[in-house]
């Protein structure tokens, strides 16, 4: 009987070893799948910022420095230096009280060439930046 009792915890212990190992390794799987998750939460939030503020940038190149064309195209309301757009969590435009990303283009149109610096951030943190020019056929000095 001594035999098979020595069996019998060698078989115990292998099973225990390669438990706590398979656990191990399930942890450091988690952990990978945890940080992939967040990695592709960041690159869509990217993504939907740069479109956003591309959109923008492409907008004001086609207006000739005109706001309206750019709020009637994009959205938003508009302030002194430009116009800011709210986005939700799901990045549809929203107000100013429930939205979690804001992009805010600020346009010097009295500048040659005229110019937009559109930002896009959540929580006040940038998130992407870009700058668009144009020139117009005559300085403006209404912005």
């Known amino acids: 009987m ?16 390669n438990l706590v190992l398979f656990m191990l390794c399930a942890a450091v799987c988690l952990q990978v799948f945890a940080r ?6 960041e690159s869509s939030v990217l993504a939907q910022a740069t479109l956003r503020a591309q959109s923008i940038a492409e907008a004001f190149k086609a207006s000739g420095g005109d706001l309206g064309f750019v709020m ?9 230096e430009g116009l800011v757009l709210y986005y939700d969590d799901g ?7 429930s939205a979690v990303y804001t992009v805010d283009c600020r346009v010097d149109l009295g500048s040659a060439p005229a ?18 020019k144009k020139y117009l056929a005559e300085v ?4």
């Open 72 to 80: 009637d195209t994009v959205g938003g309301e508009a302030t002194a």
């Open 2 to 17: 001594s035999g098979n009792s020595s069996h019998s915890r060698a078989f115990f212990l292998e099973l225990v070893i």
């Open 115 to 132: 110019s937009a610096e559109i930002t896009a951030s959540k929580g006040g943190e940038r998130i992407f930046g870009i700058t668009a």
């Open 36 to 41: 992939a998750f967040a990695k592709s939460d």
């Open 140 to 143: 403006r000095s209404d912005g």
């Open 91 to 97: 990045w549809a435009l929203t107000s100013a009280e």
